[in-house]
């Protein structure tokens, strides 16, 4: 049985974009297309998944779908359903978030939680929808990198588009001159950055190969090189590495700027 994308849903107009952007994800990689409504146990569950479903068959009539309403902690379901998802799908914000937030809380809990690949949809229609043509990832080294960039290029193959690999760097220390902390961890430094960035690529699956991978070397941090980037991006795919003690991802100080700050979906991948 081929395992489902996950779309939390929950009323709101970030969610039901979510909605959109999944079972358009769905058909692309004909998956099965599963809506989850999570609700607290002391509240009355509302027809948030009938208005939900009926997006998704308007939006995608040859989707496979399927919904389910549960009384529970709505991030605690979501990472539940996602041991068994191609993906989990959410909004930038649900209805329950404060005014000004960036993320919501649900989306950021889960992107942190999550065993498999996480998309927070966000940006403007025209990011959404597919009108650039092009799919980012971020790459850090081969070893940290690999998975994300395996999950950049299979989008970019079935969205027909180009995949832009990029990696930012800075320039060794200088003598006398003012330190700048690395874009990356030092590691990737012990290799030069254009050395770095086509060991990352070398490794990927040839069986998606006919996308076209442009490699882009930037000398700047790496949050301001993917945020640029992304401005003409229809998806922005970085990597998360399991935390080595505590249950969850390390999504770090770059990954929590680009899901608050990004202009078109954002992509975190699990680290194998």
Do not use: K
């Not at 308007?58 to 919904?67: F, K, P």
């Not at 969850?248 to 975190?268: K, N």
Request: aromatic share 2%; proline share 6%.
């Amino acid at each position: 049985m081929t395992i489902p994308l996950v779309v939390g849903v929950d009323g709101s107009e970030a969610s039901l974009e979510a909605v959109d952007w999944g079972a358009d994800e769905a058909v692309r990689h004909e998956v099965p297309l599963h809506l989850l409504h999570a609700v607290g146990a002391d509240r009355e569950a509302s027809d948030v998944i009938g208005a939900a479903s009926a997006r998704a068959a308007g939006r995608a009539a040859e989707v496979r779908l399927t919904t389910e309403t549960v009384h529970e902690d709505a991030a605690s379901a979501l990472v539940g359903r996602g041991r068994n998802a191609f993906a989990l799908v959410l909004g930038s914000r649900g209805l329950g978030d404060l005014a000004g937030l960036l993320l919501g809380s649900v989306s950021l809990a889960v992107a942190a939680r999550a065993d498999c690949p996480v998309v927070v949809v966000r940006g403007a229609a025209e990011h959404r929808n597919g009108r650039f043509g092009t799919v980012v990832a971020g790459v850090q080294d081969e070893g940290s990198s690999g998975t994300a960039l395996q999950f950049a290029l299979r989008e970019a193959h079935v969205r027909h588009c180009r995949l832009t690999a990029v990696h930012a760097w800075s320039a060794p220390f200088a003598a006398h001159a003012t330190p700048r902390a690395p874009s990356w961890p030092l590691e990737a430094h012990r290799r030069p950055p254009a050395q770095v960035l086509e060991d990352a690529v070398r490794g990927l699956p040839e069986r998606y190969r006919d996308a076209e991978i442009e490699l882009r070397l930037i000398e700047a941090p790496a949050r301001q090189a993917l945020l640029e980037a992304a401005t003409g991006a229809d998806l922005l795919v970085v990597g998360a590495r399991p935390r080595v003690v505590h249950r969850g991802l390390q999504l770090g100080l770059i990954s929590h700027a680009l899901l608050h700050h990004a202009p078109c979906p954002v992509a975190v991948v699990p680290q194998i």
